[in-house]
């Protein structure tokens, strides 16, 4: 009968620290472009160039990071998340890769400084963006267009374009996908520096 009584007597402390017991929260944070380290353009004759805030379906504006698991399916991971919105990583690789790509040219991102006199506009609608997970592609559909001052279309492009991934079984597959994502968005900023130097200054 003690043993009972003696039992009853810790069964409350058993339990009230199997109930506040710290949790290990397992969630991984990940961002875009924060490898490239570009110097802002110190020209004092540099031409300002804004990129807009950018159109992103509903389902990427979704902190979880959302794959594509057949033609239908998607699945968003609560334990694997953008560390900040994604497009400000998207911003951030297009200004980084195109000021390599221009050399003339600072490109400025959404929101915009207000004491900056911005020449040219870019403004980016991204259709679809999502790494597929059956055929480790990531597919990148966006129009995208620049405008002068004066709200003229100097350029304008529908683009579509596909970068690769791997997955090592020994890694997170999730770095590799959002490697491949990055891959993408930097050759999205490759096709407007093109159309910049060809436009602006005539290469």
């Known amino acids: 009968m003690n043993h009972i ?3 009853l007597f810790f069964l409350p402390s058993i339990f009230s620290g199997c109930m506040f017991s710290p949790v290990t929260d397992s969630t991984r944070f990940y961002t875009m472009g924060m490898k ?7 020209q004092n004759h540099a031409i300002p ?3 807009s805030k950018i159109l992103i379906p509903s389902y990427l504006d979704k902190p979880q990071i959302i794959t594509l698991i057949s033609d239908n399916e998607i699945i968003q991971d609560e334990f694997n998340r953008w560390a900040e919105p994604i ?7 297009l200004r980084d890769r195109i000021n390599q790509k221009c050399d003339q040219v600072k490109i400025v991102i959404f929101p915009f400084d207000k004491h900056i006199d ?9 259709h679809d963006f999502i790494p597929n997970e059956t055929d480790k592609t990531v ?9 002068d001052k004066n ?7 529908n683009s579509i374009i596909v970068a690769n991934y791997q997955i090592d079984q020994q890694e997170n597959k999730y770095l590799n996908m959002i490697a491949g994502m990055e891959q ?8 407007i520096s093109e159309a910049i130097n060809a436009i602006i200054f005539k290469k």
């Open 49 to 51: 160039i804004g990129i």
């Open 139 to 147: 597919t990148l559909s966006s129009f995208w267009r620049m405008t």
């Open 5 to 7: 009584k003696y039992l």
């Open 118 to 126: 911005i020449d040219y506009k870019i403004k980016i609608r991204i």
């Open 36 to 42: 490239t380290t570009v110097e802002a353009n110190g």
């Open 151 to 157: 709200h003229n279309i100097i350029a304008k492009k």
């Open 87 to 93: 497009e400000e990583c998207i911003l951030r690789v």
């Open 184 to 191: 993408a968005i930097v050759q999205l900023s490759f096709d």
